[in-house]
């Protein structure tokens, strides 16, 4: 499987982002697809994840960022509004299958992308 992360970008405080993730195989629908920050000097942490039609946030995004599936496209969407900049990093996208209990782990995902640069600044 592979991925390709776009949308990314600089956006001021408040404002609103979407990040798309596009899969080459065709059973991308198969695999939980999670998303991934990394801020520079930090280690690479969970945001979201969709599996088996459920989404799951860390607490830091919750109620603000929106996991979506377009199976039509093979695409995994993350909608971001009220963007902080606490939120600047750059976003990677990963699939996997992973247990329900391991779904904030990178170690849980095969496959990446190259990422995408979120910028939150004013």
């Known amino acids: 499987v592979q991925l390709v992360e776009s949308g990314g970008g600089l956006v001021q405080p408040g404002g609103s982002l979407r990040l798309s993730c596009a899969a080459s195989?065709?059973?991308?629908?198969?695999?939980?697809v999670a998303w991934f920050r990394q801020a520079a000097g930090k280690e690479r942490e969970f945001v979201a994840t969709i599996r088996m039609g459920r989404t799951y946030y860390d607490d830091s995004v919750k109620g603000r960022f929106t996991i979506s599936r377009d199976g039509a496209k093979n695409t995994v969407h993350l909608q971001m509004n009220s963007l902080k900049p606490e939120d600047t990093a750059v976003y990677y996208c990963?699939?996997?299958?992973?247990?329900?209990?391991?779904?904030?782990?990178?170690?849980?995902?095969?496959?990446w992308g190259q990422g995408t640069q979120v910028t939150v600044s004013s």
């Open positions: 990963g699939a996997g299958r992973p247990i329900l209990s391991t779904i904030s782990r990178t170690s849980a995902y095969g496959y």
């Open positions: 195989s065709g059973t991308f629908s198969s695999y939980t």
